[in-house]
């Protein structure tokens, strides 16, 4: 017993001053750990101020089964059942059945709600036997935060988002994945919390041992009422054309801020949505809008002139065995290389790039380099892959007999929709390239943390001289009779722009499939807007052209944009009298001076007005009005006199 008692006390002994640090430091990582307090992400915001993406909390409400006495649980669980019963809509009885089972299983865990907002989180708590709290009632409360988009699923992948999988791994989309490192997500702090008991947690000071620090605020150049515009023109093409996915682009000339930025995609169901950034990350054969790199490059080069004529025979002309087509049957024989672009004539822009350049390719090749064609734009957005253009020099099987001929009408070179608008902005900005800008400024609460200018990628891509001929081709495009965009005219407004049909998957027959695009600006005179419309696989039993498919979404965008923000502001005259507006006015003056008492004929008028007559008649009447526009029904017919208090249902359409 002697020797048992000293091995006791020399284990003591060693415990205490020989491993009592290791022990203590055990102790206390059991018993006190940091817990982590979130920092709050910040918010991102259009460039007016409309809130684009905030972080919300959202909670999850949980029992403890077994913590409420056997008195107490039977005492507050109908109540507790009724008062979900009116939350969920599932009856009282379900509830008592379930919840009595769960503390029969001894459950610490159920679910009660799932990712719910404040109010509600406010009212659960309050709920009979949760209102007792943690030890008591078994509530018990988890908080975490979701990021949620005001505006919905209109612009949502390009606003972007932050998630981290059950691994650690991390997605990172659109604006908010590409600034949340350095911008938004802020730095997390850490308070120190003791065990209590039960999984309970207390903090052992009133302070936190490091403050979070809230991330700062991101404002985007996306003007809502054009990203607006633009969602819902492409959203009603797409409808219409059965189409599989497609984007648009609107980009500020001067500046490259991008106002606006669409990409939808099918899904199964036929619905469409933001899939993916195919504005950035969707590289494809452009088509005939490269036809405009092609002039372009030639005319700088002065190897052709727009006036020079071409053959286009037949409109079928022969390369190595391969046919190069013209969409219009028979071709359109000799014309000038200004109306072969303007008719989207590939053998005539075929014909005329390879007598000019068929014996030194290289330096068709060299100019498009030159005019930064073959750079990405080095976007902050992930995704954006590297232009493709064929080149004799390098040995990677993309140059054959063929390449120079077939990259004339935009086949064997690949660009995103936003390289393919970057160049025609440049274009119309008379030859200095930008680079589209997403963001405008961060900042943390007032004060400006970083500003975002303008970033020029080449100040002058070609000359004066060759930025005017093009500028003229592409407003021809769309004025002239004969131009492929013609039927986008409007003599209320000017737009310039190409359009491009272009195959997909033509090496298969069974899969062949189009791609529609149209690029180009508005006004066609010193331009504000340019913007670019890519639509993938249309329905061709409706129609696959770029000039019907997507050259429509660019009249209705560029049209929508003069109505809502007008290019100019100046009010010339204020004495013009439009014979409409006189008519309907001297009809509503003389129906209200006519009938005072008397129900009046509403049937035309616009509804407001016809709201504002009933309403200020001599007797109090009662106006109910569905729908919005003119006035096509009235509940009370014409000359039936009317009571006070009386209800008038009018019905506009």
């Avoid at 988002?161 to 994945?177: K, L």
């Avoid at 923000?565 to 209200?592: C, G, H, M, Q, R």
């Amino acid at each position: 017993m002697f020797i048992f008692c000293l091995a006791v006390v020399f284990k003591l002994t060693s415990i205490q001053f020989v491993q009592g640090d290791k022990y203590r430091a055990l102790a206390e990582q059991r018993v006190v750990k940091n817990v982590i307090i979130p920092a709050n992400r910040g918010n991102v915001y259009s460039a007016k101020g409309n809130l684009l993406a905030t972080s919300i909390p959202k909670y999850d409400i949980r029992f403890d089964a077994l913590t409420p006495s056997n008195k107490t649980f039977e005492k507050y669980l109908k109540p507790l059942c009724d008062s979900l019963s009116k939350y969920s809509g599932k009856s009282s009885g379900y509830y008592q059945n379930d919840i009595r089972k769960a503390r029969a299983n001894k459950n610490r865990y159920y679910l009660i709600a799932r990712n719910i907002g404040y109010s509600d989180y406010i009212r659960l708590r309050n709920f009979p036997l949760l209102n007792l709290g943690a030890f008591k009632g078994g509530l018990i409360v988890e908080q975490n935060t979701k990021r949620e988009h005001p505006m919905g699923g209109i612009a949502q992948r390009s606003i972007g988002y932050e998630r981290f999988d059950d691994q650690g791994n991390v997605t990172r989309a659109g604006i908010d994945g590409a600034y949340g490192v350095k911008y938004l997500r802020g730095t997390d702090g850490k308070r120190a919390k003791q065990q209590i008991g039960k999984g309970q947690w207390k903090p052992i000071a009133d302070y936190n041992q490091i403050e979070p620090q809230d991330g700062y605020d991101v404002y985007t150049t996306i003007d809502v009422n054009i990203q607006d515009i633009a969602h819902h023109a492409l959203l009603e093409q797409l409808e219409k054309y059965k189409a599989d996915h497609g984007c648009v682009v609107v980009m500020e000339t001067k500046t490259g801020e991008i106002k606006a930025i669409s990409n939808l995609g099918r899904n199964s169901e036929g619905y469409y949505y933001e899939r993916l950034n195919y504005a950035v990350g969707e590289s494809h054969e452009p088509g005939s809008t490269f036809k405009l790199m092609a002039i372009t490059a030639a005319l700088e080069d002065k190897v052709i002139d727009t006036s020079d004529v071409v053959d286009t025979e037949k409109g079928v002309i022969w390369f190595y065995g391969k046919p190069v087509k013209d969409s219009h049957h028979g071709g359109y024989g000799k014309i000038s290389i200004s109306r072969a672009f303007e008719v989207s004539s590939n053998t005539g822009v075929v014909r005329a790039i390879d007598k000019a350049y068929s014996k030194n390719p290289e330096k068709f090749v060299d100019r498009l380099y030159k005019m930064n064609l073959n750079n990405k734009l080095d976007l902050s957005i992930l995704g954006e892959p590297q232009p493709t253009i064929p080149d004799p020099r390098i040995k990677n099987g993309r140059w054959s007999g063929i390449a120079l001929q077939w990259m004339a009408f935009g086949y064997g070179v690949q660009f995103t929709p936003l390289q393919t608008l970057t160049f025609y902005n440049a274009i119309a900005n008379d030859g200095e390239m930008v680079k589209p800008q997403f963001l405008k400024e961060v900042r943390s609460f007032d004060k400006v943390i970083v500003p975002f200018e303008k970033e020029v990628l080449n100040k002058q891509i070609c000359s004066k001289e060759t930025i005017a001929k093009v500028q003229q081709l592409l407003k021809n495009v769309v004025e002239k009779d004969h131009g492929t965009g013609h039927r986008l005219y409007s003599e209320n407004f000017s737009m310039a722009g190409k359009t491009g049909t272009c195959q997909k998957d033509y090496r298969n027959k069974e899969k062949l499939n189009y791609i529609s695009s149209f690029a180009g600006y508005f006004p066609a005179d010193n331009p504000k807007y340019s913007c670019i419309v890519v639509i993938h696989e249309p329905d061709k039993s409706v129609g696959y052209y770029g000039a019907d498919v997507s050259g429509p979404v660019f009249k209705k965008i560029a049209q929508k944009i003069f109505t809502d923000t007008p290019i100019v502001d100046e009010v010339k005259s204020l004495n013009v009298k439009y014979a409409s507006a006189e008519s309907e006015y001297e009809n509503f003056y003389e129906t209200a001076q006519n009938y005072k008492t008397i129900m009046p004929s509403v049937v035309g008028l616009p509804a407001m007005d016809a709201v504002a007559l009933l309403e200020n008649m001599q007797v109090k009447v009662k106006v109910k009005l569905e729908g919005s526009g003119v006035i096509k029904k009235q509940s009370v017919e014409q000359n039936i006199k009317l009571k006070n208090n009386q209800v008038v249902v009018l019905t506009a359409s």
